[in-house]
């Protein structure tokens, strides 16, 4: 055969496939949508849940701890050491009148950043008093852990709404290289 006669056959079966797959949807009109009407009930919204601080029960899982933190080169030694058993543990340090904010929180709520939590109060206070310096309202809570276990957490404000803890997370983020939890304040 030659090649002319190749490609005209060509064409005509291609033709021919092309009319028996578009010629009977031509023939029949347009195609009829059916739609299936189900009832649907959306039930109410739940009322919103109230989260409230509780101390941990015996059996509960202990919040991570992180041990050690960076401290500067500037830092005093004693710092970076951890507190030996037998010292006495002072009590919790209360942020100063300066670093709590001017306007009273909404409707009786503040937020903080949790920067870290910390087993040795060595390090949260050497944290805390960077975070001072660098112009942050840093304070350290005690809480206890457990039956005898001691917990550290380093908390940067309060703020009265929830988008200024956000920012000032982000902040912290940004320009101190440390990642933060939102959480209320008492």
Known sequence: MQQRHKQRLVGAVVVIALAVIFLPMLLRGPVEHRSLDVPVEVPPRPAAETVTRTEPRPGDA???????????????EQAQEAPQADDAVPAPDIPAAE???????????????????????DNAIALRDRLRNAGYPAYVEETQSGESSTVYRLRVGPVAEREEARA?????ADQENLEGIIVSNP
């Open 99 to 121: 670093d709590v904010p001017s306007r009273p929180p909404a409707e009786g709520r503040a937020y903080a950043v949790q920067v870290g939590s910390f087993r040795s109060r």
């Open 168 to 172: 000032l997370s982000a902040r912290l």
């Open 62 to 76: 202990p919040p991570p701890v992180l041990d050690r933190i960076p401290v500067p080169d500037s830092a005093p």
